[in-house]
């Protein structure tokens, strides 16, 4: 069965800092890959996706995340966050012939300004 | 507004009530997914809709949860004699198929609270 495992529970950042969020994923086939953000009392919204081809994605509000096949991961990273960036990211994974997305638990993100 | 809408956004039900939830996906949309999200974690699949087919259940959907989409278009998720571990936030999602893929978008929810 899929599995995603996100490594941090709650990352606590300065405005203007690096933030790189961990996303593990257990699955043996080919994947489609996703981080959804969920702002406070915002339902979740797409940040990016990976399909195929460049394993490094870029997404909205200068996000980016790279997937390493042979690590089983796809980080989300941003070279500097903003307090407006505040909110719940959640790493989603999806086998390519099943239509069954498998969410992970989590990274809750607190921006200080 | 054309994004997924769900209805009713609270309800707050008691214990060995029946409830009832509906989504309206985006009109062009042909998937529709349910989840359950629980405080501190992501979002549970329990099933989903093509057209107005249910291809997929999770063994998290017990025989009090049902769940149906007769014309293919809005979709609604019933929860029969409710239990206190019945509280969570349902979502509802939409997506189109192609051949590359697919990307869910999210409704707001319906928070459930079962006293």
């Known amino acids: 069965a899929q599995s995603v495992s996100q490594h941090n529970h709650h990352v606590i950042l300065s405005e203007a800092a690096s933030l790189e969020l961990g996303c593990n994923y257990s699955y043996g086939g080919t994947v489609n890959l996703f981080w959804y953000v969920q702002y406070p009392g915002q339902h979740l919204q797409l940040l990016l996706k990976?399909?195929?081809?460049?394993?490094l994605v870029k997404g909205i509000k200068g996000f980016e995340a790279e997937f390493i096949k042979s690590k089983f991961s796809f980080n989300l990273r941003k070279p500097s966050v903003q307090w407006s960036d505040t909110a719940e990211y959640f790493c989603a994974v999806r086998g390519n012939y099943g239509q069954n997305f498998v969410f992970g638990p989590g990274t809750r993100l607190s921006v200080l300004p | 507004d054309t994004g997924v809408s769900q209805n009713p956004r609270h309800k707050i039900t008691k214990r060995g009530q029946n409830v009832t939830f509906r989504c309206d996906p985006i009109?062009?949309?042909?998937?529709l997914y349910w989840y359950r999200q629980t405080l501190g974690q992501g979002p549970e699949f329990l099933t989903y809709?093509?057209?107005?087919?249910?291809?997929?259940k999770s063994r998290l959907l017990s025989d009090r949860f049902s769940a149906e989409r007769p014309k293919g278009s809005f979709s609604t998720l019933e929860i029969q004699r409710t239990e206190q571990g019945d509280s969570a936030m349902y979502l509802c999602?939409?997506?189109?198929?192609?051949?590359?893929?697919?990307?869910?978008?999210f409704g707001p929810g319906t928070r459930l609270t079962v006293l």
């Open positions: 999602a939409s997506s189109f198929t192609w051949t590359g893929g697919n990307e869910q978008f």
């Open positions: 990976y399909f195929s081809g460049d394993p």
């Open positions: 809709f093509q057209n107005e087919a249910q291809l997929e």
């Open positions: 009109s062009e949309h042909n998937r």
